[in-house]
């Protein structure tokens, strides 16, 4: 089965260019984007998707991601699930909250995509490992 | 007519003198003056003489009860007890006020007249002096003073008085007055005048007042620096003229108040100083608080939400360059580059202005960093990012300093980045971090060849967006040598930059950790 990878962020130009980068991975996996907080919370709690990674943008109107992080790691059915902070900030102390939150790995939002592209891959070599089939 | 020989501390008098007064009264008719606290009824004891030679008359009732058998042995009288009828040498005994100062030598306690005359007293003063300096408040000190006026000298109460800035009233704030004499009481008109005369002209005064027995009274200005707004009042129930040594003493004693008071006022206006200070510190403090939150919230906002809106110029653009390339003609894809080339120069604003606060507000972890060492990595960098250049880096060995070690090597980055920037068009390049002395001691310097500046412009250069060469000449932000400038501060050093146009540039800096 396709392994899905769930992008929660609120800014569609950014959701637009993570899809864009991802599919240029050349792996095989399904999207699914929630584009709130609130939204992505509700599709993971209603078990109408079970991903296999979650790319959590951390600044967001309404809910922001480490209460979206925080709110994943007190659910016992999803206390596990695999959730990477995205962000535009290279604060250290975003990255620290983020962590300290219970991120699995934080991931920058490079302006050039060659790099961005590079951490992706990292990511989904780390997160999704074997369950991703190789073209 | 029989003599007096009197022999005193210093040298000696012969006085003639008709019989039926006593010796005291002798003395005090040539100016010398015996202590006495009891106006001659022998009862004090204190105007102690030592008969040398001649006949005296035997010991009155009085001196049999004052002195002991030992000091009739030693031939120790009292002079207001003994009256002579022939010829008499006596010594001079402590406490004694002969050969008088003048009173116009005011303060000029005559230490010999204490060292010869009065061990006891001389003991006092020390004590006095010593004590008085720590005394805490205005209390304190007339309490003292009062105290060891009544105690040492034939003076009976004293009180301070003081004359208001502002209103000119005359009012006594402290009194060691018998309990009976109503304190107001003895500020009649006459002596409110007399207060006045002291204040204006200085000069101490003395007077009979009646608080209600009469009291010969002197009054001594107490200076406090240059003014003088209050008075001392000395009261002695015995209305005799005072001797001239004893005014000096008192004079001396109120100069003490004077100066104590002026101590504590100072003191005073120190605190307040200090708490004004405290309160200012305090203010400036919470104002920098809130410029730092600021500089936080702008720092976010450079780092987070700048970068989102730079991020889909430039990611766009990238997909449109890499996916549609083939459907834009030579124009459109000139625009292109020109939209990725503002992209990325964007960036590289975003990222020195993020650099300079950085700078500004993170914590200095003070720790010895090998700067070598740095220099060294930097230049590694450098060349491996330009290997194709011709660049000879001169890094002196063995340089190391307290500071922050990641502030530094942004400082550094920055410093030799310029150099390797403005040494483009130079084939050989020479780049050099050291060490050499200047005008502020030693100072670490980066050196170049490259393209130099313009002495007269070299303060500008650390001054944000400045720049001193175009875009197309050399790329660059203008925020650099702020950040470093910025960097060099946060550690108490010191940063300037020597150029000539052509010949290159040489920043130098210190760090004062």
Redesign the interface.
């Known amino acids: 089965m396709q392994p899905t990878i769930l992008i929660i962020d609120d800014?569609e130009?950014?959701v637009l260019?993570t899809k864009?980068v991802l599919s240029k991975t050349g792996r095989d996996f399904r999207t699914e984007v929630a584009l709130s907080g609130e939204a992505g919370l509700a599709l993971i709690r209603g078990g109408k998707t079970s991903p296999k990674l979650i790319l959590l943008d951390l600044?967001m109107p309404g809910m922001d991601g480490i209460e979206i992080l925080r709110k994943i790691r007190d659910d016992e059915r999803l206390s596990s699930m695999p959730v990477v902070m995205v962000?535009?900030?290279?604060?250290q102390s975003d990255e620290q909250a983020a962590i300290k939150a219970g991120a699995a790995s934080f991931l920058h939002?490079e302006?050039?995509?060659?790099q961005?592209k590079r951490d992706v891959e990292r990511i989904l070599d780390r997160w999704l490992g074997t369950h991703v089939l190789h073209q | 007519m029989p003599k007096l020989t009197v022999i005193g501390s210093e040298n000696t008098r012969v006085l003639p003198f008709s019989p039926g007064s006593s010796i005291r009264e002798i003395l005090a008719a040539a100016g010398i003056h015996v202590r006495t606290g009891c106006r001659g009824n022998g009862a004090c004891g204190f105007c102690l003489v030592q008969v040398e030679e001649g006949h005296v008359n035997d010991p009155t009732e009085n001196e049999r009860l004052t002195l002991s058998p030992e000091q009739f042995d030693q031939g120790l009288r009292l002079a207001c007890q003994v009256m002579p009828v022939k010829d008499l040498r006596i010594r001079l005994r402590y406490p004694v006020w002969g050969e008088p100062a003048s009173v116009e030598s005011q303060g000029g306690w005559n230490m010999s007249g204490v060292r010869y005359g009065n061990p006891l007293l001389f003991e006092a003063f020390v004590k006095l002096a010593q004590y008085i300096v720590r005394l805490k408040t205005q209390q304190d000190v007339w309490d003292n003073l009062g105290k060891f006026i009544t105690t040492h000298f034939p003076a009976d109460w004293t009180a301070f008085v003081r004359r208001d800035v502002l209103s000119s009233a005359i009012s006594i704030h402290h009194s060691m007055l018998p309990d009976a004499i109503a304190v107001e009481r003895i500020l009649t008109e006459e002596v409110r005048a007399l207060i006045s005369d002291v204040l204006e002209s200085g000069f101490l005064a003395s007077r009979v007042i009646f608080a209600p027995e009469p009291s010969m009274t002197i009054f001594l200005p107490v200076a406090e620096g240059s003014r003088t707004e209050q008075v001392m009042l000395i009261g002695h129930k015995a209305v005799d003229p005072l001797p001239n040594a004893l005014l000096n003493i008192y004079l001396t004693v109120a100069g003490l108040a004077g100066a104590t008071s002026e101590r504590l006022l100072n003191e005073l206006e120190l605190n307040k100083d200090r708490a004004h200070l405290e309160e200012l510190v305090k203010e400036r403090t919470a104002e920098l608080t809130t410029v730092n939150t600021e500089l936080e919230a702008f720092s976010y906002a450079v780092s987070h939400d700048l970068r989102a809106p730079l991020r889909s110029i430039a990611g766009f653009s990238q997909a449109l360059r890499d996916e549609y390339a083939e459907k834009l003609d030579a124009t459109g894809k000139d625009y292109l580059r020109r939209i990725m080339a503002g992209g990325r120069r964007m960036e590289e604003l975003i990222n020195a202005l993020l650099e300079l606060s950085r700078a500004s507000r993170s914590d200095i972890k003070s720790v010895r960093v090998d700067l070598s060492a740095l220099a060294r990595n930097i230049a590694d960098e450098l060349r491996i990012a330009e290997p194709e250049r011709n660049v000879e880096l001169v890094i002196a060995g063995g340089l190391s300093a307290i500071c922050d070690e990641r502030l530094m090597i942004i400082a550094l980055e920055n410093l030799l980045g310029n150099a390797w920037k403005f040494t483009g068009k130079r084939s050989p390049a020479i780049i050099e971090f050291g060490l050499s002395d200047s005008e502020c001691g030693p100072a670490f310097f980066v050196k170049d060849n490259g393209a130099g500046f313009d002495n007269k412009h070299a303060g500008k250069l650390f001054t944000t967006f400045h720049r001193l060469h175009t875009q197309e000449e050399f790329s660059g932000t203008g925020v650099g040598l702020v950040t470093v400038k910025r960097i060099i501060h946060r550690h108490g050093g010191a940063v300037w930059a020597e150029g000539e146009v052509g010949k290159g540039a040489t920043v130098y800096f210190t760090l004062g950790v």
């Not at chain 1, 962000?87 to 604060?91: E, Q």
């Not at chain 1, 302006?111 to 060659?114: A, G, I, N, Q, R």
């Open positions: 800014n130009d950014d260019l864009l600044k962000t535009h900030s290279d604060l939002k302006t050039d995509l060659d961005f």
